[in-house]
């Protein structure tokens, strides 16, 4: 349930309110509007009572919630978040957000090279990654925290802050030390452990989407993260696994507006892994901006014939230039904020 306090609410009565709640046993989430404030109840709440809380002083109704979520869900929260990861924010009414960099960090030329070339090209942030979980296990798995190291090193060289995938719980505190926010991948998106690690860290955590999972799983594995008192999740459509084999996964492009309907967390596309080749990256990064994405990651290898992992996906810098040209069109087409007058790159 959700209980709103009336607009003129004292503090007094907001932290009478949070007792009440951790008296009858339930955990309390408060979210402060520009008007008024409003507290989640988070437990078994079919065993609460709502007068209990309605005849407090201070409160103005108590809302049940109708989905499984409730500190993920509209009716929680309304208004559009922004999740500050560094000094890029992602979200809210903001512009359009672009991370970009190599599938795998696989030499300290290579990692350099790209991120130079993704920031010239508009990118706000730097993805790739230390650890790499792999369908094969003699496929390459990543330089681990030598990787780690040098996506620091590209931070200090560019400026941009960088997000890499995490693994498992106890490799939270490792990738924290070195990273801005933490990737939770497709295959853990429902690895309950990490989630609890890695909601506990309180670092910001992009959130990708199952390969076979609803909106309301990745919803609920949100929820993990939400209720460790971590605010700051971004959530990530990448494709999902139907009978369609055209291309590495499908795009569900609905998944945009129906999240950004269900939710106020901010949504990013991954249209390498949705699709599997280059070629229909672009296109299909333009349709979600059309759709209503935060932001776009995307994987950039300066030489994908020579990738060590999804060098079919990974554009060329100069190709990312131009995806960041065409998004930034779209979303000005559609009166979203977006970054400073980008250069327009024609097609080959």
Not at 131 to 145: D, I, M
Not at 179 to 191: C, F, K, T, V
Request: aromatic share 4%; net charge negative; charged share 20%.
């Amino acid at each position: 349930m959700m209980i709103v306090m009336q607009a003129q609410a004292t503090e007094s009565e907001v932290r009478a309110v949070l007792e009440a709640i951790t008296h009858h046993g339930f955990q309390p989430h408060v979210s402060r509007g520009e008007e008024r404030v409003v507290i989640g109840v988070v437990g078994e709440a079919r065993h609460a009572e709502p007068d209990a809380f309605l005849r407090l002083p201070g409160v103005a109704r108590v809302v049940p919630l109708s989905h499984p979520y409730k500190l993920a869900s509209r009716e929680f929260q309304a208004e559009d978040r922004t999740v500050w990861v560094g000094d890029v924010p992602i979200g809210g009414q903001h512009e359009v957000v672009f991370i970009a960099g190599p599938c795998s960090v696989e030499s300290r030329s290579q990692l350099l090279e790209t991120a130079h070339a993704v920031k010239e090209a508009g990118a706000r942030m730097l993805r790739g990654g230390a650890f790499k979980p792999r369908t094969s296990p003699y496929s390459f798995q990543g330089l681990g925290e030598k990787g780690l190291e040098l996506l620091a090193e590209a931070r200090e060289a560019t400026g941009l802050p960088v997000v890499t995938e995490v693994m498992s719980p106890e490799q939270v505190s490792l990738v924290s030390r070195y990273a801005d926010m933490l990737q939770i991948g497709a295959r853990n998106m429902q690895n309950y452990a990490l989630l609890r690690a890695a909601g506990i860290s309180g670092m910001p955590i992009l959130l990708k989407r199952g390969m076979s999972a609803t909106l309301d799983e990745l919803l609920l594995a949100a929820e993990y993260l939400l209720s460790s008192s971590n605010e700051n999740v971004v959530l990530c459509e990448r494709g999902i696994r139907t009978f369609e084999t055209a291309t590495r996964n499908t795009t569900d492009i609905n998944a945009i507006p129906a999240l950004k309907a269900r939710t106020s967390l901010p949504v990013l596309l991954d249209p390498s892994h949705s699709t599997g080749h280059w070629a229909y990256v672009t296109p299909v990064a333009r349709a979600a901006i059309a759709a209503g994405a935060d932001g776009l990651i995307v994987e950039v290898h300066p030489r994908p014939a020579e990738a060590l992992s999804d060098g079919a996906q990974s554009l060329k810098p100069e190709r990312f230039a131009r995806l960041v040209a065409e998004a930034q069109a779209v979303a000005q087409a559609l009166g979203r904020a977006t970054l400073q007058e980008m250069p327009y790159v024609a097609a080959d």
